[in-house]
């Protein structure tokens, strides 16, 4: 199969992940079913879909008549056969679940033509564990994007040792059809690059913050006015080499011995989650949210978006 021959796109899992997907293919000019199992959790879907044209029309990526041509572009089902039965290429955002996905893949397998590519979007799980039935294991590969998915520029890409090394080559191209930063992961290794590198950071940010080293503030700010920034410029590496790695030789024989290195999330997080404060959408984490309407929940996500859509313009081009 070539570029030109996917056409139609499925994605399988309407949540925050899987609309942010759907609206990155259609805004292409792809056709995209989205599926999930019921028509609440997908109506919900085509509301966030909206919601995120809006905040690009704001920011004038497209137009008025783009927003409607590319809502006309999505179709929604609650029937896994019909999302499924002319897709070219199909992505999965189900629930980090074994059991759920091994009997996705083995559906999906059964459904999809011959020809089709069906992509996961887990960063936690083996494809040998859940694809093991499937008899297209040739076909099948991770396809890792970061929330917000119709924004973030990087998708991981990730086959096992059944992918063709055509099928991780023709899905790269098809992510950078879409605008999409394709990281190819060459190791299958729980929790990708990505996660793993922002979980390290985290594990040190919620030591810092447990020990009352700063408030949940001026961390945030720590980061921001910091590292955060150039970081989007140049990355670590890079960083080590405009730094010069012989400092960085010293930093990290100075501190890596004195860093968390904690193997369990810290006691208070678990607290908190124990106590419902689950963040933005509980209405209290780390920060208080006005959750009274979903109003400070809509202005929270639009804002975030709206720094992130131009800092995308600014640094790629994407837009």
């Not at 137009?63 to 992505?91: G, N, Q």
């Not at 009274?292 to 995308?312: F, G, H, P, Y």
Request: hydrophobic share 40%; aromatic share 6%; charged share 30%.
């Amino acid at each position: 199969m070539k570029l030109g021959d996917i056409r139609n796109i499925s994605v399988i899992g309407a949540g925050t992940m899987g609309s942010g997907i759907g609206l990155t293919f259609a805004l292409c000019g792809y056709e995209v079913t989205l599926n999930d199992v019921s028509e609440k959790i997908l109506n919900t879907a085509m509301n966030h879909v909206e919601d995120y044209l809006g905040t690009f029309n704001d920011n004038g990526i497209v137009s008025k008549d783009d927003i409607e041509k590319t809502i006309s572009r999505i179709r929604i089902t609650t029937s896994l056969e019909k999302a499924a039965e002319e897709a070219d290429f199909v992505t999965e955002t189900a629930s980090e679940d074994l059991e759920v996905k091994r009997k996705l893949f083995t559906d999906l397998d059964a459904i999809c033509p011959q020809h089709t590519i069906i992509a996961s979007n887990t960063s936690s799980l083996a494809l040998a564990d859940f694809a093991e039935r499937c008899k297209r294991r040739d076909k099948i590969l991770i396809t890792h994007w970061i929330n917000p998915p119709h924004i973030i520029p990087a998708v991981e890409i990730l086959g096992s040792k059944d992918t063709s090394n055509e099928t991780i080559v023709l899905v790269c191209k098809l992510m950078e059809k879409v605008d999409k930063v394709p990281i190819r992961v060459l190791k299958e290794l729980q929790g990708l690059i990505i996660n793993r590198i922002q979980a390290a950071m985290i594990r040190e940010v919620f030591s810092l913050w447990e020990e009352g080293v700063a408030t949940p503030v001026d961390i945030d700010k720590a980061v921001k006015a910091s590292f955060g920034l150039r970081l989007a410029v140049t990355g670590p590496l890079e960083t080590c080499d405009f730094g010069g790695l012989d400092i960085w030789y010293t930093l990290s024989k100075n501190l890596f011995k004195i860093i968390s290195d904690i193997h369990k999330p810290p006691e208070r997080i678990k607290m908190m989650v124990e106590r419902g404060e689950l963040g933005l959408k509980s209405g209290k984490g780390f920060f208080d949210y006005d959750t009274s309407q979903n109003r400070d929940t809509v202005k929270a996500i639009k804002e975030r978006d709206t720094r992130l859509i131009r800092l995308s313009k600014l640094l790629f081009g994407k837009g």
